[in-house]
């Protein structure tokens, strides 16, 4: 695998455990959200941070694009 599919993986664990979601849960809130592109291409920063700073920041992004509501 390479580095980036290991760091996606990473990523799963990480927003996983800090969630208690499961895997599968987390692979669709991804996939809904976009959050696996956004870790592909965001990978040269992101792969430097700490484990905090990924939670919240995918945690941020997924806020972000959840649709307001009335």
Sequence with gaps: MTR???FLIYCVEIYK???H???QE????FARYDVWDYI???FEALHTTGENYIFEDIDLY???RK???A
Excluded: Q, W
């Design 4 to 6: 980036r599919g290991d």
């Design 17 to 19: 455990n800090a969630r």
């Design 21 to 23: 979601l499961t895997g």
């Design 26 to 29: 987390v692979s669709k809130l």
């Design 40 to 42: 592909y291409s965001c």
């Design 62 to 64: 997924i806020l972000e």
């Design 67 to 69: 649709p307001e509501t």
